[in-house]
């Protein structure tokens, strides 16, 4: 296929735009949107000093490069990457990821969980088995995420997640009924490092299309004691759901935000109609179909009589 | 299969319980659970005008049997049946919910489309053709429910939504990423009725069974003009998910209400953990895991010691 704005060929269709798109036009598409993101939530601006979470695989490398394409020339800005050693043998060399951010000509800093926990998560499986290692693993490496990026002086930390994370995290939420967590605002609290993810508005194929693109080599294996197998079952739900109504991760991500907004509305935006004079919740539905049914049938009439 | 709780035959199967019920247990569950939500949401009290909104179909008609039931003695409070005539020839022949009425002994009244807005619903599916049939004969119909109901002097109107259709609503509005509908408080609103729903607790399939154990006959037939093909969508997902992970729609059920209850957190909530000194939202989680495997290690020592 050739791409839709230009007579190259298109490394990618999206379904949602309904556009076959080259390698110049995708990257463009895809660094607008994530530049817009940004933009939106007003997520960088002078003075910054972004820690990139780096787990060495697609979506962080993705990012770090994009940071550095974007950002990189800025003097008032500086990036740097940070990675956390979980200590899983076998998996998430440090040494990778310092690879990566050499190539970009960014610092790249590591906190172990041996040093700041005194254990390894190999250690944890071993007394815990792996059951729950994703949980402890994920508490653990926000805390010492947040604490070291802190003590680096970062004042945004950014992270991989794309639209697919985060539309399966609302539904994650949304299924079991976790208000609480999808309510919690976000307002800055001291010592809490806000997080940035510039890739939240886009789907999972076209960073992993992205990376492969302009990424070296990344990580490609998972994590060996991974299988949360709820984010799995929703993943697939969603996948499938999406297909028939493709525009519903980019509802959940916008139903996320809003929820944490709290922009709570309430009943005092009722009124009352001035045509019928019942109670409404803005535009009065019950006449807006009864002025049209009125439109349709005077036309209809008219039409029979000329 | 006996009942759980005496030597009867079961007639039905909770999953979500583990439990085999008799008619007899059943029925003490089911209007048990109902009487609760009614309870819980202060749904009732003296003085109140029930207005049943009756389609004459089973969920219905089975809340005016229960509500008759229970509150069928009380002096103090007063129950009747109103059902809306929205013209569809052949389907919800408004004798029939008089008949239903009748035979629980409460009046029964009528409104109808024609009357009420000088159109059916016949007619407006021969304007509009059938495609937004359900949206507009869902507003026409709340509308003509509210006005009659108020005009007939009721304090509540009784809906037969069961669990089921709860846990769709509040899937269909998060799907689509209808926040505003979502946090829509249901603060008293002059001239709006408060809605109540008894079986909103109560799996589709045991409202079911109890309509099939006490109503003599209801209407059966769907709607020739439905084919709401979204809500037929996510239901088939929600009964999926849900059976892979049980309470599902009791969570879908309680974030509905949590959401409209408009409980904001935010994040002052967040405080230092007296142990770690990092920001914490409430527990310490990395704190506990820690502490937690600091005791499996020791209690391994010891018992290698001893």
């Known amino acids: 296929m050739k791409c839709s ?4 060929d298109a490394v990618i269709f999206q379904r949602y735009s309904g556009m076959h798109l080259c390698i110049e036009h995708f990257t463009k598409d895809f660094e607008g949107r994530a530049k817009k ?3 939106q939530h007003k997520w960088i601006s002078s003075g910054d000093r972004i820690a990139v979470a780096m787990s060495g695989g697609k979506d962080s490398s993705a990012v770090l490069y994009f940071l550095r394409k974007i950002f990189g020339k800025r003097p008032d800005i500086e990036i740097f990457a940070l990675t956390i050693d979980e200590g899983i043998k076998g998996y998430r060399d440090p040494s990778a990821v310092f690879k990566i951010a050499e190539s970009q000509g ?3 800093h590591t906190a172990s969980f041996h040093e700041h926990f005194g254990i390894t998560l190999d250690e944890i499986v071993k007394e815990k088995g792996d059951r729950n290692s994703c949980s402890y693993c994920g508490v653990l490496r926000r805390q010492i995420l947040n604490a070291y990026a802190r003590e680096l002086g970062a004042t945004k930390i950014a992270m991989g997640f794309n639209l697919d994370d985060e539309a399966q995290s609302v539904m994650m939420n949304v299924l079991r009924g976790d208000s609480e ?3 919690r605002k976000q307002s800055p609290v001291e010592g809490f490092i806000p997080r940035i993810k510039p890739f939240s508005s886009i789907p999972e194929r076209e960073v992993a299309l992205y990376a492969d693109l302009y990424i070296e080599e990344f990580e490609e294996r998972g ?3 991974s299988h949360n197998a709820l984010r799995a079952d929703v993943r697939e739900v969603l996948n499938d759901y999406n297909y028939r109504h493709p525009s519903t991760k980019y509802a959940l991500l916008k139903l996320g935000d809003e929820l944490k907004e ?3 509305s309430d009943s005092t935006k009722i009124s009352r109609c001035s045509v019928c004079g019942e109670p409404v919740f803005g535009e009065c539905h019950t006449c807006r179909i009864l002025n049209d049914l009125k439109k349709t049938i005077t036309e209809e009439k008219n ?4």
């Open 106 to 108: 960014v610092k790249c």
């Open 262 to 264: 709290g922009t709570c």
């Open 5 to 8: 704005k230009c007579k190259k």
């Open 37 to 39: 993101t940004i933009r």
């Open 181 to 183: 967590r999808l309510l």
């Open 223 to 225: 994590c060996p004691y």
């Open 303 to 306: 039409d029979m009589e000329i």
